[in-house]
Nanobody, 123 residues
Framework: QVQLVESGGGLVQAGDSLRLSCTAS????????MGWFRQAPGKEREFVAT????????EYADSVKGRFTISRDNDKNTVYLQMNSLKPEDTAVYYC????????????????WGQGTQVTVSS
């Protein structure tokens, strides 16, 4: 079983940057593909980014492509989401998630979830 804890959220202005972190405890982190998802008030949870277990493959939602970067440090059991040029529409609770081996854009394929971290972008 993997336990995930996100950090790094906060209140920023449009155009600013934030870096989210998600640290895993228990389980073998390097065996898991990792994903970031987000949920805005009144909206369904949506895919943001995913990274393969080796870190060699990444995918992004069109809405964040070119602005967000997902990365991982398997020695630190941590996955990151660097968010640049933030927009008010990026405001949401951001969740990291883990699944064995193959990365995915589909939230129900993930087995473990963090508690979420709030990101608020003011205009």
């Amino acid at each position: 079983q993997v336990q995930l804890v996100e950090s790094g959220g906060g209140l920023v202005q449009a155009g600013d940057s934030l870096r989210l972190s998600c640290t895993a405890s228990k389980g073998t982190f390097r065996e898991y593909a990792m994903g970031w998802f987000r949920q805005a008030p009144g909206k369904e949870r949506e895919f943001v980014a995913t990274i393969s277990w080796r870190g060699s493959s990444t995918e992004y939602a069109d809405s964040v492509k070119g602005r967000f970067t997902i990365s991982r440090d398997n020695d630190k059991n941590t996955v990151y989401l660097q968010m640049n040029s933030l927009k008010p529409e990026d405001t949401a609770v951001y969740y990291c998630a883990a699944k064995l081996r193959l990365s995915s854009r589909t939230d129900y394929e993930y087995d473990y979830w963090g508690q979420g971290t709030q990101v608020t972008v003011s205009s």
